[in-house]
């Protein structure tokens, strides 16, 4: 029963409670959306705990994507030693970032005076959770080794039963209790999401690789502005109008 | 042609009293608030000095500004791709000890300390944390510092001097400063805007401010590093970044920004410019002494019957343009060629320009009095007590002549006037001085009436913003917004269910 509790009823709730409120929050609240950065308040440790943290995480999370969208990819790609050390590897030493990442960001918070004075009750839980989901992780990659090709084998299906509306529990019944919890923690994350400063994550400005330097916003159509004009001089017919070009807002002064 | 208009400002250096006013102005209205309390949108230093935040001009350490890459500007910052990678973490972004730690004082102590052998005090304690703090930092720490080993030793314009003239701006009868405001340039070329991964600040199309727009803003902090005047701030506790909106409500009500109505110094002057968008490449495309004359270049004549016809194709309409004819800016800027951008060589295309300070100009003493002789009228202009090349590294890129010619014209009209009222001096001199700056009398006449006597309405002329008509041109039919809200609200004020 308690298996149905956290590993059907739990997964269903936290996804639709992640979803509907991180769209409740941008609609009603857009603002909050921020990365409520405290770079400007102490720097020096936040170097080392946020680089380590976001780009470990970001390995690591990518990581478990890949196991779940292309399962029989990462078991044929492990199916040399080789390939299967460098892979597990590869994940321990993004696991290994994270949480050095974690806790350095985590004493940085309890120790620096400024920080404290911007941080939230959310921001502790979400600090905790985070810390105990990457503990549980690089554990897991350690003493439960080759977990590319157990993952892919074990949870990846469970996931995927989830997904498709047949909730199927076989495949991790028998997992260890850590392994349990990484999956119970990673469902609180979820649930915790659209409350906390995690939201920060869906703003990420991949945009502006591609937007032009610079961005003018008239507060008016330009085009009709010069239809609906009350003045007397207008336009004389046949002169190209560079105005009516790019009417439209934001039209770039350059681009790169 | 790309006819746009700017609200651009001058501010006349050399009547600047160093009073504050405009900043408490502005903090009094804007900034006095939880995690802006150390921003000061307008601020006043003295020079030569360090300012706020300390040793802001030094790019080296800022990494602030476009630099000239081949025939395009890019930013300081460093490529694109990569500054994306530094969104974890900013390694060029000013901290909070750079500009000054906000504190206020613990009155309750003074009520509620229980009676003993000492006076009660109010200790300072900080508006971030609460906890006591030793002041070691303000926004005008450096104020009246001007001959300072301490700060003004080190402002970063001093570089472009040698050794010698350093120690001579140094020496005890020598020493001089004078006071520059600050407030956002409203730039053409915003190096903000370019940098924000968000997209969040933009130039309004119809008067060129640069706003930020809080809603889109997701706190990547790159603006504060980009501004190489560091007038777009971080704030703290809000998350999102801030800058000065040159008090926008106010002008499209037509009221002066808050820190213009309130100088009372009446430095400052507020005026519509013209400007072709379309050579804004072009007007980079030159070296950095060659900045301010290439921005002048940029900057149209409303007269002109070309310009005006593209300006009403962009929808500037006729009394927009009236208020550009007026415009005091056109004049020291265009006409006059007395004011000039501060750090041109930043290459944003600054529109707040500076009449550069006159000064005390004598500068040589022998036994304790001054040399008065002066052979040429212009003599004490190049016997100033500041080296032209420090003026010209603050307002024209190192171009010493540009500097020069802004105070000489200063002084040929001040001299003009003394023969008007005193009586004293050598007319052919001063005429000969007219000429060779090409002036006439009226046009001396005309800057001393702009410069001392300058009415409300000639220091502040404002283009109205005709926000109605915008309505109207949106919607087509103004009675859609008949009975919807005003300032305040995010949505209708719909009753709910």
């Avoid at chain 1, 380590?52 to 970001?58: L, M, N, P, R, S």
């Avoid at chain 2, 974890?88 to 003074?110: C, I, Q, S, V």
């Avoid at chain 2, 920004?257 to 309130?262: R, T, V, W």
């Avoid at chain 2, 109605?468 to 305040?488: I, S, V």
Wanted: charged share 20%; glycine share 6%.
């Amino acid at each position: 029963m308690h298996n149905n509790l956290l590993y059907i009823i739990l997964p269903y709730t936290a996804f639709t409670v992640a979803v509907v409120f991180t769209i409740y929050r941008y609609r009603k609240d857009g603002f909050s959306y921020s990365s409520l950065s405290s770079q400007f308040l102490e720097s020096k440790e936040l170097f080392y705990g946020s680089v380590a943290w976001h780009f470990g995480v970001i390995g690591a999370l990518t990581g478990h994507a890949i196991g779940f969208l292309f399962p029989k990819s990462v078991l044929w790609f492990n199916g040399v030693p080789v390939r299967l050390y460098i892979l597990e590897t590869t994940g321990l030493l993004f696991g290994l970032l994270a949480l050095v990442g974690i806790v350095s960001l985590t004493v940085r918070r309890a120790t620096s005076s400024r920080v404290r004075a911007v941080t939230s009750k959310m921001d502790v839980v979400v600090v905790m959770l985070l810390l105990i989901q990457v503990s549980l992780g690089v554990y897991i990659a350690v003493f439960y080794r080759w977990g590319s090709s157990w993952f892919v084998t074990s949870a990846v299906p469970y996931l995927r039963s989830l997904w498709l509306l047949q909730p199927d529990l076989k495949m991790i019944e028998p997992l260890p209790l850590i392994i349990k919890l990484h999956i119970v923690n990673f469902y609180l994350l979820l649930i915790v999401f659209p409350f906390s400063r995690l939201v920060h994550m869906l703003v990420v400005p991949l945009q502006y690789l591609w937007r032009p330097y610079q961005i003018v916003i008239w507060n008016w159509n330009r085009r009709r502005a010069q239809a609906h004009a009350p003045q007397p001089a207008r336009q004389p017919a046949g002169v190209a109008s560079s105005a009516d070009e790019h009417a439209a807002e934001g039209r770039p002064v350059f681009t790169r | 042609m790309d006819v746009r208009l700017q609200m651009a400002m001058v501010f006349h250096l050399d009547k600047c009293i160093g009073c504050h006013t405009c900043s408490v102005a502005c903090k009094n209205v804007w900034t006095d608030r939880k995690g802006a309390e150390y921003m000061w949108w307008n601020n006043v230093e003295t020079k030569p000095g360090t300012g706020y935040p300390t040793a802001w001009e030094d790019q080296q350490k800022y990494h602030g500004g476009w630099e000239q890459k081949n025939s395009q500007p890019d930013l300081r910052m460093g490529r694109r791709e990569l500054r994306v990678l530094n969104i974890f973490h900013n390694p060029h972004l000013p901290k909070l000890d750079d500009y000054y730690e906000p504190w206020t004082y613990k009155y309750e102590d003074l009520f509620d300390s229980p009676e003993g052998a000492d006076q009660p005090t109010a200790r300072p304690i900080s508006m971030i944390t609460g906890n006591y703090v030793d002041i070691e930092a303000g926004p005008n720490w450096d104020d009246d510092l001007g001959g300072s080993p301490v700060y003004a030793a080190n402002d970063p314009n001093l570089d472009s001097l040698t050794e010698e003239e350093r120690a001579q701006v140094f020496e005890i009868d020598r020493l001089v400063f004078f006071y520059l405001p600050r407030i956002c340039n409203h730039c053409i070329n915003p190096a903000c805007v370019a940098a924000c991964p968000s997209g969040a600040i933009y130039k309004r199309g119809e008067d060129g401010i640069v706003l930020i727009n809080q809603e889109k803003c997701r706190g990547w902090r790159m603006c504060v590093t980009a501004c190489p005047y560091k007038k777009s701030y971080y704030n703290w506790s809000t998350g999102k970044s801030e800058k000065c909106i040159l008090c926008f409500p106010r002008l499209e009500t037509g009221q002066a920004p808050a820190c213009f109505h309130s100088c009372v110094g009446r430095i400052r002057y507020l005026g519509g410019l013209l400007y072709d968008a379309d050579r804004l490449l072009d007007t980079l495309h030159v070296p950095d002494d060659k900045l301010v004359e290439s921005q002048r270049e940029m900057i149209l004549d409303p007269r002109d019957p070309q310009v005006r016809e593209g300006a009403l194709r962009n929808g500037i309409d006729a009394r927009a343009l009236e208020a550009c004819e007026r415009s005091p800016v056109y004049r020291y800027v265009k006409q006059w060629k007395m004011a000039l951008p501060l750090h041109p060589e930043f290459r944003t295309l600054p529109m707040l320009f500076y009449v550069p300070p006159l000064l005390p100009v004598m500068a040589k003493s022998e036994d304790g009095l001054y040399d008065t002789a002066n052979a040429e009228l212009f003599s004490p202009i190049e016997k100033a007590r500041l080296p032209m090349k420090y003026m010209a590294s603050l307002f024209a890129g190192g171009n010493q002549e540009l500097v020069r010619y802004a105070l000489k014209k200063q002084y040929a009209v001040r001299m003009f006037k003394r023969l008007d009222t005193v009586g004293d001096v050598d007319a052919a001199a001063i005429k000969r001085g007219l000429e060779q700056l090409n002036m006439t009398g009226a046009e001396a006449e005309q800057i001393f009436r702009l410069t001392a006597l300058p009415l409300f309405d000639e220091r502040f002329v404002i283009p109205s913003s005709h926000r109605e008509q915008a309505l109207a041109m949106l919607n087509e039919d103004m009675w859609a917004e008949k009975g919807g809200a005003g300032f305040g609200f995010r949505a209708a004020p719909v009753r709910g269910a």
